[in-house]
């Protein structure tokens, strides 16, 4: 546990090196990365959602791709296709740019809903089918997918069914005043700080790393407990949809990573809830009536974690 925890020190002080004063967004994508899951980083244009993926990327020595989707991008750019060998005249597989273990899908709201559905079988699967022929994508695998608000020109909002399927939703948000000077005087030098950053760990220490958190204790107390949020969601009059199965499954296993990443073999009640806000509200559909009074689903979400209650022996 040591040694992991060494590990993820050492990629948060890497990524930070160009992602200044955002720990808490970098930790939960590391986070996502030992659960082997997926990041939807949503925020306006220019905080850093794709210097963050990139920085990501560069610190782990796994092959990375990145995707600019486009309203023009076809399905077949994503998950590749198959065409005639001229040579030997039998029908030969092209990779797509989704066959890499780190994938940054960036703008992934800006291309159409038939290309975003491309992600879905490979995000879940790990695997595309061309043809009926299935292909395994590499290990570890993670697509990392930035998109702008909804609300903003030329985008195309993400299917409820292709949200849940983004392990957690992380924002960076406006840096501070200080901050802000740090990165200017980062930024203006002549050597970008992207083009400084090593990589900290490998393919192999990744997959060693996702293996130790499966081994995490969740006890009959907790996975109750994480059941009754679940339930409660799908009870709230505000919503009109709640938390999925899928969801549930992923608080767990978000726990878990918290729980080894605090050096103890077993989950307690404030892991979870330390995971609830990024792993449950992009899941959380509003009912229109609540979205007209200014309701979010942080704010229902932490309404939940109060009423909800802890399980006080483990």
């Known amino acids: 546990m040591a040694q992991l925890q060494q590990v993820f020190s050492d990629m948060i002080r890497n990524i930070s090196r160009v992602i200044i004063g955002k720990e808490e967004a970098i930790e939960y994508a590391l986070i996502a990365l030992l659960c082997e899951g997926h990041?939807?980083?949503?925020?306006?244009?220019?905080?850093?959602?794709?210097?963050?993926?990139?920085?990501?990327?560069?610190?782990?020595?796994?092959?990375?791709r990145r995707i600019q989707f486009t309203p023009d991008l076809m399905p077949s750019d994503v998950t590749g296709y198959t065409m005639v060998n001229f040579t030997s005249g039998e029908m030969e597989y092209r990779e797509g740019a989704v066959m890499s273990q780190i994938v940054l899908a960036d703008e992934i709201n800006r291309t159409s809903p038939k290309t975003q559905?491309?992600?879905?079988?490979?995000?879940?699967?790990?695997?595309?089918?061309?043809?009926?022929?299935?292909?395994?994508?590499p290990r570890p695998f993670m697509v990392l997918a930035t998109q702008n608000p909804a609300e903003f020109v030329g985008t195309y909002p993400l299917p409820e069914a292709q949200m849940d399927r983004f392990f957690l939703r992380i924002a960076i948000g406006y840096p501070t005043l200080e901050q802000e000077m740090d990165i200017l005087e980062r930024y203006s030098g002549q050597v970008k700080p992207m083009e400084t950053l090593l990589p900290?760990?490998?393919?192999?220490?990744?997959?060693?790393?996702?293996?130790?958190?499966?081994?995490?204790?969740?006890?009959?107390?907790v996975r109750s407990y994480v059941a009754s949020i679940a339930a409660a969601t799908r009870r709230?009059?505000?919503?009109?949809?709640?938390?999925?199965?899928?969801?549930?499954?992923?608080?767990?296993?978000?726990?878990?990573?918290?729980?080894?990443?605090?050096?103890?073999?077993y989950i307690v009640p404030e892991d979870v809830q330390h995971m609830m806000l990024p792993v449950c509200c992009h899941r959380l559909v509003l009912m229109p009536e609540a979205r007209m009074k200014g309701v979010t689903a942080e704010q229902v979400m932490a309404e939940v974690?109060?009423?909800?209650?802890?399980?006080?022996?483990?």
Do not use: N, W
């Open 39 to 64: 990041v939807l980083i949503e925020d306006v244009p220019g905080v850093g959602k794709t210097t963050l993926a990139s920085a990501l990327a560069k610190s782990l020595s796994c092959t990375f």
């Open 117 to 137: 559905s491309a992600l879905l079988e490979a995000m879940e699967e790990h695997q595309v089918t061309i043809d009926g022929v299935t292909h395994l994508l």
């Open 200 to 221: 900290v760990c490998g393919a192999e220490d990744v997959i060693s790393l996702q293996e130790q958190v499966r081994r995490i204790y969740c006890s009959p107390e």
């Open 236 to 265: 709230d009059a505000r919503l009109q949809l709640g938390l999925s199965t899928r969801a549930a499954i992923a608080l767990v296993r978000s726990a878990q990573a918290c729980a080894l990443l605090s050096g103890r073999e």
């Open 305 to 314: 974690r109060r009423s909800v209650p802890v399980p006080v022996s483990l």
